[in-house]
C-alpha cells in the first residue's frame, strides 16, 4: 500500500501542469484594430464633424459660427435641392431597372448554359476599368460632331443625336453608361446565388414538365429573393452617390438636367465654400439612403431564406 501510495505521488509530482485556455480575444482585437482605426479616423470622425457642420455657418476662410437649424429651413425652400433629388431619382430609376434585369438575364445564362471562367472574367472586365476612364471613353464616342456612335447613325441616315446636351437624353445615357459597367459584377453576384439553389429542384421541375419561365418564376426567383435584396440595397446605394460620371461629362447641364444630389453638394462645398449648407444636405441623403436600405431589407425579407 505504501508502495502504490508513492508511485502516485511520484506521479503526481512529475506530470506536467494543466495548460490555460488561451484567450483569443487579444489576437482578434490586433486583427481588427488597424481597421478600426481606418474606419474612426475616415468615416466616423468625419461623419461626426460633418454633422456638427450642418449646424453651422461654415467656408473654411472663417471659423464654424452656430445657426442652428437654418441650413435645414434653407433647404426645405431650395428648388435645386428638389431638382436634384429628382433628378437622382431618374437617374436611380433607369440604372437600377436596367441594370437588374439584364445582370439576371446574364446571370441565369451563366448559369444554365456555361460556367466558363473565361466569360466570367469577360463579364468583369468592364467594372475593373476606372470610372472616369470609362465616363470620358463614352463622352467621346457619343460626341455630337466626331463621335463613333453618331456617326454610325449618319451612314444609316438617322438624325445626331445630341446624347449628353439634350436635357432629355443626358440622363439616360448617363445611366445606361454606368450600366455597361456595372451589369458584369451584378451578374456575377446573382450567379453566386444561383449556386446555392440545389439542382434536384430544376430537375423535379423538369419532371414535372415545367418549362424555363415558369421554373425561373416558381423556383429561381423565390430562392434568389435573399441575394437579390443585397444586390439592391448595394446598387440603390451606389446609384444615388453618382457623381464622377457626371463630373467629367456634362457638370451638372444642360440646365441642371444632370445635377444629381452628389453633385450638387460638391459645387456647395467645393465650389461655393458653403460647408454647413453643403453638410445639411449630405445628413439629408444619409438619412434617405438610410431609410432606403432598410425598407429595401425589410420588404423584401432579406434575412428570411425559403431554403430553410
Not at 437624353?169 to 445611366?175: E, M, R, S, V
Not at 425561373?216 to 435584396?229: E, M, W
Request: aromatic share 12%.
Amino acid at each position: 500500500m505504501t508502495t502504490i501510495t508513492s508511485r502516485l505521488r511520484v506521479r503526481g509530482q512529475t506530470r506536467p501542469p494543466r495548460s490555460r485556455p488561451r484567450s483569443d480575444l487579444r489576437a482578434a482585437a490586433m486583427f481588427v484594430l488597424p481597421a478600426t482605426i481606418g474606419f474612426v479616423v475616415f468615416y466616423l470622425w468625419p461623419a461626426l464633424r460633418g454633422v456638427y457642420y450642418s449646424f453651422t455657418d461654415f467656408s473654411v476662410l472663417s471659423p464654424a459660427e452656430w445657426v442652428g437649424t437654418d441650413n435645414y429651413e434653407t433647404l426645405i425652400q431650395d428648388d435645386l435641392v428638389r431638382n436634384a433629388f429628382g433628378v437622382t431619382l431618374q437617374y436611380v430609376l433607369i440604372n437600377i431597372g436596367a441594370q437588374t434585369v439584364l445582370a439576371m438575364g446574364l446571370a441565369v445564362l451563366m448559369h444554365r448554359l456555361t460556367k466558363s471562367m473565361a466569360v466570367r472574367g469577360a463579364l468583369l472586365l468592364p467594372y475593373l476599368v476606372a470610372n472616369v476612364v470609362v465616363a470620358l471613353t463614352w463622352f467621346w464616342m457619343l460626341d455630337y460632331q466626331i463621335g463613333i456612335v453618331n456617326q454610325g447613325l449618319d451612314w444609316v441616315g438617322i438624325d445626331r443625336v445630341a446624347f449628353f446636351g439634350d436635357s432629355a437624353w443626358a440622363i439616360p445615357t448617363i445611366a445606361m453608361i454606368n450600366v455597361w459597367r456595372h451589369v458584369g459584377y451584378t451578374a456575377l453576384l446573382i450567379f453566386a446565388g444561383l449556386q446555392t439553389i440545389p439542382p434536384h429542384l430544376y430537375e423535379a421541375a423538369a419532371l414535372d414538365g415545367s418549362g424555363e419561365v415558369r421554373t425561373f418564376f416558381k423556383i429561381t426567383l423565390p430562392l434568389l429573393r435573399p441575394v437579390l435584396a443585397m444586390v439592391l440595397v448595394i446598387t440603390v446605394t451606389g446609384s444615388f452617390q453618382i457623381f464622377d460620371t457626371v463630373a467629367v461629362t456634362t457638370a451638372g447641364g444642360p440646365v441642371n438636367a444632370t445635377r444629381v444630389i452628389y453633385y450638387y453638394i460638391y459645387d456647395l462645398a467645393f465650389t461655393r465654400y458653403e460647408f454647413g449648407y453643403a453638410s445639411a444636405l449630405s445628413v439629408v441623403l444619409f438619412v434617405v439612403l438610410a431609410s432606403v436600405a432598410f425598407a429595401q431589407i425589410k420588404l423584401l425579407r432579406a434575412g428570411e431564406s425559403d431554403l430553410a
